[in-house]
């Protein structure tokens, strides 16, 4: 049984999309990544047995799934990030809805939300103001599980914009 929150139900990624001053854009991705799996070599494994010398050996690799936090890819899953950004954090216009879009054998799957500039009005901030942004899963084209994605994807928007409307910590 496969107990990595990436390995179980097919989900491939996490991330953060925006748009704004400087475009689409990934914030962050957090994914499983095949070259990064930790193999366990510990003392005593269950899948160990001692050699001749005394010295265990390991029959068969124990693997954990250890998930990659990338900031401001440039691929994801092996696409062009911008491309594929620019499909997840749609014009305001378009945002407030459910997003879905299956690229290859993945299924994006976000709500994104338009940031209310208002609350920073007359700010001296020169940051790059943000016009929206989703929190986007990628999951296995095919997985039952995909309404629990969007739900959950909706839920984080909506905190996200929340937080924005009270704070504007989003667009500080």
């Not at 092996?78 to 620019?86: C, E, F, I, R, T």
């Not at 378009?94 to 054998?105: A, R, S």
């Not at 959950?152 to 914009?161: T, V």
Request: aromatic letters at 6%; one cysteine or more.
């Amino acid at each position: 049984m496969n107990n990595s929150w990436l390995g179980e139900s097919h989900l491939k990624s996490i991330s953060l999309v925006v748009n704004g001053d400087s475009g689409h854009r990934f914030v962050c991705i957090v994914q499983h990544d095949e070259s990064r799996s930790f193999v366990s070599h510990q003392e005593g494994h269950a899948n160990s047995d001692s050699n001749d010398s005394g010295y265990l050996e390991q029959k068969e690799p124990v693997k954990s799934l250890q998930p990659e936090v990338i900031l401001h890819p440039t691929t994801v899953h092996g696409l062009p990030a911008n491309s594929v950004a620019k499909l997840l954090a749609p014009k305001p216009a378009l945002c407030g809805q459910d997003l879905e879009v299956t690229i290859n054998d993945l299924t994006f799957l976000g709500h994104p939300v338009k940031f209310d500039m208002r609350s920073l009005d007359g700010s001296e901030d020169k940051h790059e103001q943000l016009t929206s942004g989703a929190f986007v899963f990628a999951v296995q084209y095919g997985c039952r599980s995909t309404s629990r994605f969007a739900e959950a994807a909706r839920a984080a928007a909506q905190a996200w914009q929340a937080e924005q409307r009270r704070s504007g910590y989003v667009t500080r």
